[in-house]
């Protein structure tokens, strides 16, 4: 049945969406508040899953792999804003592209030398492998409905931090008056500290999960960063509602253009060309959706501010 | 002023100075190295018309140069196989003329510069970073898929395209070919600055509301100096895939762009000369640094972390001082 498929592949596409949105949270909370354009997120990610992979290899545990991933991104993003990034703020973004683009460089080649060049390989845990079965007879992967819930979990607690905690009033009053807070009495710098350190864990935790389903390897981080960009230009930049919208609206491009670009040409072309200009086009369909977005909105869909 | 004088010209004399004494001692792998710091140049006077004068920050000029590589490698490609291009509505085929090959390498990617840069333009700031970014990612995913012309494994050319009068597979001559198209972008870049048009686009840089109030429209100026740029890179982009005989997606990557910014950056943004300097620079370091690790990398991310927070003007700052910086 052809329509069991698309429901998988909705499927597909909201479990991507939802990992691309723990990247883009934090690239959008990162340029809402301290205004940098931080192109070490990938780098991050990559981190996470490289420590997940170490993790698990050594103990077994998945879960414990979650967690050093997320204690190591943290850890590293914390040295980075501490040492480097915190020197960015105040400078333009052309700096700030070339420093996260050197500290890129130096991650990746650091990466290479300690693990190598072989991809690591990181396995879901036994209790999240094989399959469920969903109404109407879908069979669909756990541990792929497992990163939907968790996903959409962390993005929930985001929400509400942001909304009703102390730190989340602090982040949001950051957004809109950096020396306003500062007057009244509240530590920036340990401020932004937190909020790069809170990023970076939600793009390590994202390169752990998204290491069991594909290999953990240099340069893994790079492509997902892209997409989060196209995440947040789409989303608006700075707002986390405009991330997860952009994030599954993304998600579901991506794989649902796959699917059926393939299928709609193959109504009038040959199935050669039909795949061969479907899958083109597929892979250029998100930023079709940006440009088209773009035109509509330049500020994209929720950055009216 | 003439700090910077003796430094544009040390490194021209340099730049042919170092191939001729290679010449003589028959080392055709130095003039190599000093042919693709030459093409690297153009590549960054390319971006350093859109960035140092415009103050455009893009991140996605490897879809022009890798577009000029691509002009050159599907051209030829069909010279090579004698199978035309086109047959429909008009037969078109292939060439290995060097100079039509460069007319149309800079015409496509003026034509792509163009579009991105319309769509790209409404957009300001840290937006059309990314966004040029995302295009030129899309460019890259698009010729990965494009199975006709190899796909991810990109394209082989037999021989090097022909020049009349030169045989260009000979290392020198295929220098003092680019060395010239070096200086023939150089002087026009040069002149541009100079022109009403170039010192509009500086001013627009500067204070737009102010161009805006003399009647100008900073879009214009805008896209006008995008798309120049988008023109220079694809013609570094044909030269270095005649260089290397080979064109692949790895040229429209986003590392590519990274890379030319850095050209920039290294020599000195918005100097006519810095790309020169930085490219000369980046080809110098590569290889003295890949010889001396497998990991050199590291090193030119250090490298480039130290300039970024700590000499921003780059070498020409470094040596001709700031005060002559166009901002």
């Given amino acids: 049945m052809s329509w069991i498929l698309l429901v998988e592949q909705t499927l597909n596409g909201l479990q991507f969406g939802v990992m691309l949105f723990l990247m883009a949270a934090g690239l959008t909370l990162i340029f809402g508040v301290m205004g940098l354009i931080n192109l070490v997120h990938g780098s991050l990610y990559m981190i996470g899953a490289f420590a997940a992979a170490a993790v698990a290899a050594a103990t077994g545990s998945f879960l414990l792999a979650l967690i050093a991933s997320l204690a190591a991104a943290a850890a590293a993003g914390v040295v980075v804003e501490t040492t480097v990034i915190r020197r960015l703020y105040d400078r333009d973004h052309l700096d700030q592209v070339l420093a996260t683009f050197a500290l890129i460089l130096i991650f990746s080649e650091g990466t290479r030398w300690v693990f190598g060049s072989f991809p690591l390989f990181l396995d879901p845990p036994d209790y999240l492998s094989g399959s469920v079965s969903l109404p109407f007879g879908i069979e669909y992967s756990r541990y792929r409905l497992s990163l939907i819930v968790v996903g959409l979990a962390v993005a929930a607690g985001l929400f509400w931090m942001i909304a009703k905690t102390r730190i989340g009033i602090r982040i949001r009053a950051g957004e809109n008056d950096r020396e306003m807070i500062g007057a009244l009495g509240i530590d920036i710098s340990s401020l932004y500290t937190l909020v790069f350190a809170l990023g970076a864990a939600l793009a390590g935790l994202a390169g752990a999960l998204i290491g069991a389903i594909q290999s953990v390897q240099v340069g893994m981080g790079e492509p997902v960063l892209i997409l989060a960009f196209v995440v947040i230009v789409i989303g608006g930049i700075g707002s986390i509602k405009g991330a997860l919208i952009g994030a599954i609206l993304v998600g579901l491009t991506d794989t649902l253009g796959g699917f059926l670009l393939p299928k709609l040409f193959a109504l009038f072309l040959s199935p050669s060309a039909a795949t061969s200009v479907g899958s083109s086009l597929a892979s250029m369909s998100i930023y079709i959706l940006m440009a088209g977005v773009l035109l509509v909105r330049p500020k994209g869909l929720f950055g009216g501010v | ?327």
Avoid at chain 2, 232 to 259: C, H, K, Y
Avoid at chain 2, 298 to 306: C, E, K, S
Wanted: proline letters at 3%; hydrophobic letters at 55%.
């Fill in chain 2, 1 to 327: 002023m003439k700090r910077e004088f003796l430094l544009n010209g040390g490194l021209l004399i340099l730049l042919v100075v170092i191939p001729a004494v290679a010449w003589f001692t028959d080392e055709p792998f130095l003039i190599t190295l000093v042919t693709r710091a030459v093409i690297f140049s153009i590549a960054g006077i390319g971006l350093n018309f859109a960035l140092g004068f415009g103050g455009l920050v893009s991140f996605g000029h490897a879809a022009f140069f890798g577009l000029g590589g691509y002009a050159m490698g599907i051209l030829a490609y069909h010279a090579q196989t004698y199978t035309p291009m086109l047959e429909w509505p008009v037969l078109v085929e292939g060439t290995n003329s060097m100079m039509i090959i460069w007319v149309i390498a800079i015409v496509v990617s003026a034509l792509a510069a163009l579009a991105i840069g319309a769509l790209s333009l409404r957009t300001t700031g840290v937006y059309f970073i990314m966004i040029t970014l995302a295009f030129g990612q899309m460019l890259y995913y698009f010729t990965i898929s494009w199975s006709a012309y190899g796909g991810e494994d990109g394209l082989s050319i037999y021989v090097r395209n022909g020049f009349p009068g030169l045989n260009t597979m000979d290392p020198i001559q295929f220098f003092i070919i680019c060395y010239v198209l070096l200086l023939v972008v150089v002087y026009g870049v040069y002149r541009a600055e100079k022109s009403p048009f170039g010192l509009m686009l500086q001013a627009a840089r500067q204070n737009e509301d102010r161009v805006q109030a003399v009647g100008q429209v900073p879009y214009r100026l805008y896209l006008t100096a995008f798309t120049i740029s988008g023109a220079i890179t694809g013609l570094a982009g044909a030269l270095f895939a005649d260089l290397n005989r080979f064109v692949s997606p790895s040229m429209l990557s986003w590392q590519t762009s990274g890379e030319i910014m850095i050209f920039v950056i290294l020599g000195g943004v918005g100097r006519v000369f810095g790309p020169v300097a930085g490219a000369a620079l980046f080809v110098l370091l590569e290889h003295s640094l890949g010889g001396l690790s497998e990991y050199w990398h590291i090193y030119l991310g250090a490298i480039l972390l130290g300039v970024v927070l700590f000499a921003r003007g780059g070498l020409f700052g470094l040596i001709a001082g700031r005060e002559v910086a166009h901002d």
